[in-house]
């Protein structure tokens, strides 16, 4: 799987179904597993790792019913909820104390991270707040079991049989099944990621050769900085900032006409591109220094007289971690709290 694969966890959408899962009535779990089972064999999991992932599962029932009680999509419904309550309950006093403790403890690794990657400490540390509340947080799911689970119900079946070989990849580097464990739908360590994900971008960050996501900070902020350059984080430019909208502004302007083939009632709350110039001669004008070249969409969520910012294609590479744009604003805010 691609970095994609987060996003599509975050805002598939709850379809109907029945009270058997149709695709589970191809054949009894057991059965499935071995389909599963000979799939890993195929692509390299040694035996000993697949007998002792797979042994004694069963379907785990709850599994399916978070999986079916998920929120609608983004491509439907109206209204969206004030951005500044959510703000309120993500960007509190503990997320941002956490966050300066976390800062400051791992000071020297971060240092060496934005040389090596270009993002900035305070943004993967909100990342990592985010979540698992710095690591306090990280799920309670046998992996093994919550994927076999969500591969054999079937509605996204090769999603999920894909991220269960995965797994097995991971746990073929020696990690027991016992530590194996995350949320419902696969994610698992300090920045949640899914196996796919892991065996791509997860970075060992402290020179021990291993990229422990579990425990180790530096590998934490190390993966989270080569998931960000991967989607294209460019350094030196910050994710967004605060700016100030004239009176009678005419939103209508500048109402963006794409339609984005991705989430798209994330990115129709945003604005057309241009640059920064572009918006002050326009009356926008931002509240810290930003060169007027730079390329922005603004985004106003609360609507005239609320607060408004100027966003550049770093948000974007936020979005890439979940789209929407309430966890990409309040990581933001977040960030900018904790380097404050």
């Known amino acids: 799987m691609i970095k994609r694969a987060l996003l599509t966890l975050a805002l598939s959408a709850a379809m109907f179904t029945p009270a058997v899962p149709v695709a589970a009535q191809d054949m009894p779990f057991d059965t499935y597993l071995q389909q599963l089972a000979a799939r890993a064999r195929a692509e390299g999991v040694s035996e000993a790792t697949i007998v002792r992932m797979t042994q004694g599962l069963q379907p785990n029932h709850r599994v399916i019913e978070l999986d079916r009680g998920q929120p609608g999509s983004s491509s439907s419904g109206s209204g969206f909820p004030p951005l500044s309550s959510y703000i309120e309950r993500h960007v509190d006093a503990a997320r941002i104390n956490g966050g300066r403790r976390a800062y400051s403890s791992s000071l020297g690794t971060i240092r060496a991270i934005e040389r090596e990657y270009g993002v900035p400490g305070e943004v993967l540390v909100a990342i990592w707040g985010h979540e698992t509340a710095y690591g306090a947080v990280t799920g309670s799911f046998d992996l093994a079991q919550a994927l076999a689970t969500l591969a054999w119900e079937g509605r996204r079946r090769e999603l999920f049989a894909g991220e269960f070989v995965d797994l097995l990849k991971v746990a073929d580097k020696g990690y027991p099944r016992s530590q194996l464990k995350g949320s419902w739908a696969g994610a698992f360590g300090n920045p949640q990621f899914l196996p796919s994900v892991y065996l791509r971008l997860a970075t060992d960050g402290d020179g021990d050769g291993r990229a ?95 607060p408004a910012w100027l966003l550049t294609a770093n948000y974007r590479v936020i979005l890439e971690y979940n789209c929407s744009n309430y966890y990409a604003m309040s990581v933001g805010l977040l960030a900018d709290e904790i380097a404050r």
């Open 212 to 306: 422990n996501i579990f425990s180790n900070s530096a590998d934490t902020l190390a993966s989270i900085a080569n998931y960000f350059r991967d989607a294209g984080w460019r350094a030196g430019q910050p994710w967004g900032v605060r700016a100030s909208v004239p009176s009678g502004f005419n939103w209508s302007a500048v109402r963006s006409k794409v339609v984005s083939p991705v989430c798209p009632r994330v990115h129709e709350r945003h604005s057309q591109w241009r640059t920064v110039g572009e918006w002050r001669a326009l009356g926008v004008q931002p509240q810290r220094p930003l060169n007027d070249s730079v390329m922005a969409s603004l985004f106003q969520p609360d609507g005239p007289g609320a």
